[in-house]
């Protein structure tokens, strides 16, 4: 097997984590891409994710894809096997994989189904992967106390930005903010760095639907740098913690929004 360092990445097939994929790539980890379902523009994944997977092996790389649905338990365990089949070590995880509702409703008409749903995938899926993770980062740092591990949590502006026609998926990121202090908490004795990305208005599948709305809101400067973010701008930063550069700074939020977490007058 491969000396290099390997990072498991979930929704890795196409948006902000292909190009976290990629990132990571560049900087020499070998990869594993976790996709599943359709996109919002109904593309089979697959396709997207074997794509990805391409242009990263012709990086020299290697990399591996695996079909999971990250809120299903037999699924979980299933990635995590399969990292261990394939790579035998992982030295990052990166818990992007997430959902919008699929429908906009009003939080006086939304529906305890798509409530389950955005929260399975968005929280609890995440939680338990990490718990499966972090107890084998624990066993490879006792075994390879030199080795170096990361996670890393996607979450959003929604975290603290009130939207009530999609209430479930705020209150979802809001989880992973707490989940991410959690686990940085319980493994900085083992020297296990844990963060939140926090991104603001990314050009993704997900904002498709509503890019006229967003197109007029940049412009007239809800984010003081008057641009849409891009996948890329995560996968930076991504790269920066994959790199050690903010090892003592675990538990942190790094916000990618060009500035809209600002309170301004």
Known sequence: ????????????????????????????????????????????DEANARQTHTEIKKTGIECEILRGDISNAEDRKSLVQFAKNKFGSCNMLVNNAGVAPSKRMDILEATEESFDRVMSINLKGPYFLTQLVANWMIEQKKANPEQEFRIVNTGSMSAYTSSPARGEYCVSKAGVSM???????????????????????????????????????????????????????????????????????????????????????
Do not use: C
């Open 1 to 44: 097997m491969s000396h290099k360092p390997v990072a498991i990445v979930t929704g890795a097939s196409r948006g902000i984590g292909k190009a976290i994929a990629m990132e990571l790539a560049s900087l020499g980890y070998n990869i594993v891409i976790n996709y599943f379902d359709f996109t919002v523009k109904g593309e089979p």
């Open 179 to 265: 989940m991410t202090l959690l686990y940085a908490d319980r493994l900085a004795e083992y020297n296990i760095g844990v963060f939140e990305i926090r991104p603001g208005i990314i050009q993704t599948d997900m904002t498709s639907v509503v890019k006229d709305k967003y197109d007029k809101m940049i412009a007239e400067g809800i984010t003081p740098i008057k641009r849409w973010g891009q996948p890329e701008d995560i996968g930076k930063v991504v790269g920066a913690i994959a790199e050690g550069k903010l090892d003592f700074s675990t538990g942190q939020v790094i916000n990618v929004d060009g500035g809209f977490h600002f309170r301004r007058l």
